[in-house]
Every structure is written in structure tokens, then in C-alpha cells.
């Protein structure tokens, strides 16, 4: 056994998502890479000497979603067998994988980060393109219905437009016993004050800010020297929601931790 008591794995390069902002993608197209996934024969290999060790693994997905392993719960499974104190986390937008398998790693108590920005397939889809609600909810009561997880969670990107949701998103997640809930409200390229450059100043280093019309609608699109170069991205900040956040972290500070 080695002294690793934490680690990042990534178990799936598969995705049916196509989120603007997202590095699978390169100027509105999915860029070319292998879309693969782990086995448990894989892990086992790759983790022999570790697993037993371990106390937190985090299945986030910087490729792809890890719901898009066929085998994420026998992998889960075994990862507890190992370790019966392990905790695991596992982010996903929802949509992918079966209820089935939802509902088996909830029974065995690991925490899913539910990334879901809206409330309906309109407000959600803004972002999370190719994401199907109804598959989405789904999972989530699949997962909620024998759930033994401490710190089950619901991530929500806050933009201006789909801020009229966030109610109501709050709600789906105290009706499916969700523990925690967090608020982005400024989600890249937004963050870090960047929105603040691109919206002041045109032709500086971080680029520029264009309205143009695609597809009969008008979309901003930023074009910066850095990371989000040339990248397509129809929402805005939402610089008005800090008290209205506020107001719904206090109005529902019983039912559910605001992170």
C-alpha cells in the first residue's frame, strides 16, 4: 500500500453534451480525439497497491463525463470494497447513463454532482447543448429514491438568462433530497473579472466583444488572445442576481446548504 490517500481519475473520454465553453470543443466542433472509457479490469490494474488506501476519489471528467463509463457503479463498487471508508464524487450533467445505474450509486452512498443550469429543457440547454432534460430527471430521482449519500449536490451556472429558473431549480432539488447546492455566478469566460474586460474594452488582450447573427439569432461572441479564443458563447453575466441570490440562499437555508 502507498501513502496516495486521493486522486482524480478520469474513467471516460465519452460525452453527448456540447457546451460552448468546454475543452472538447474547438471552434463550435468536437475536436479529434479517441472517445474511449475504463474497464474494472483497467482500474484494477492501474489502482493495485492504491486502492486500498484511499479516502477520496473524485470522478470528475476533464474529457469526458463519467456516467459515460458503461461501468462506473461495478467500478464504484469495488473502490468501496477496497476502501470501506472511501468517499467518491462524481460530477455529470445528468443526462447520460441509465436510471438503473443512478439509483445503484446512490444506494451505495456516492455523492453525484448534478451540473444542471435551468429548471426545463429550454433554460438548461442554453448551456448544456445536447443535455436531454427528461433523461436528466430521470437519473435524478433514480439516484434519489434510496439515496445514502451525505453530500449529494446540484451545481447551477448562474447567466442572465436562465437566472429566472434558479427558483425553481432549487425547488427539483429539495423534492429529490439533494444536500447541496451551489451557485456559480460568474462561470468562464465570466470569471476572474474577465467579463469585465471583454465587455470595457475592444481590441486589448483580451480581444473583443461582436453581436453577429447566426441561425436568425443574435449570439455575443467573444474573441480573446487567451484560452476562450474564437469561442461561440450566446450567454451573458447576470450582474444583477447578487441580492436575489442572497435572498433565496436565506429563504431556503432549511432545506438545503448553499455553497
Known amino acids: 500500500m502507498t501513502s496516495i490517500v486521493a486522486i482524480d481519475y478520469e474513467i471516460s473520454s465519452t460525452c453527448q453534451a456540447r457546451c460552448p465553453v468546454c475543452v472538447r470543443q474547438s471552434g463550435g466542433k468536437l475536436k479529434d480525439f ?3 472509457q475504463r474497464t474494472l479490469d483497467e482500474t484494477k ?8 488506501g484511499l479516502e477520496f476519489v473524485k470522478l470528475c471528467g476533464n474529457w469526458g463525463d463519467p456516467m459515460g463509463c458503461d461501468v462506473v457503479a461495478d467500478i464504484c463498487e469495488w473502490l468501496i470494497s477496497e476502501s470501506p471508508k472511501v468517499r467518491i464524487d462524481i460530477s455529470t450533467n445528468g443526462a447520460i447513463g441509465k436510471p438503473k445505474t443512478y439509483q445503484r450509486l446512490g444506494k451505495m452512498g456516492v455523492n453525484i454532482v448534478f ?3 435551468g429548471s426545463d429543457q429550454e433554460s438548461n440547454e442554453l448551456y448544456r447543448r445536447n443535455v436531454k432534460w427528461s433523461d436528466a430527471m430521470d437519473n435524478l430521482k433514480a ?3 434510496e439515496c445514502t449519500a451525505k453530500d449529494s449536490s446540484w451545481q447551477y451556472l448562474l447567466f442572465n438568462e436562465n437566472k429566472n429558473h434558479l427558483e425553481s431549480a432549487i425547488k427539483i432539488a429539495i423534492e429529490n433530497k439533494i444536500k447541496f447546492f451551489t451557485i456559480i455566478e460568474r462561470p468562464v469566460p465570466f470569471a476572474a473579472g474577465m467579463h469585465e474586460s471583454i465587455d470595457k474594452v475592444s481590441g486589448n488582450q483580451w480581444g473583443k466583444h461582436e453581436i453577429i447573427k447566426r441561425e436568425g439569432q443574435q449570439l455575443p461572441v467573444y474573441f480573446g488572445a487567451g484560452d476562450y479564443r474564437d469561442v461561440e458563447y450566446i450567454l451573458t453575466p447576470a450582474f444583477d442576481m447578487s441580492e436575489k441570490v442572497k435572498e433565496l ?3 431556503y437555508a432549511s432545506d438545503l446548504h448553499f455553497i
Open 34 to 36: 479517441v472517445q474511449t
Open 45 to 52: 490494474h492501474i489502482l493495485d497497491g492504491v486502492a486500498s
Open 115 to 117: 451540473g444542471l443550469d
Open 143 to 145: 439516484y434519489s429514491s
Open 249 to 251: 440562499k436565506e429563504k
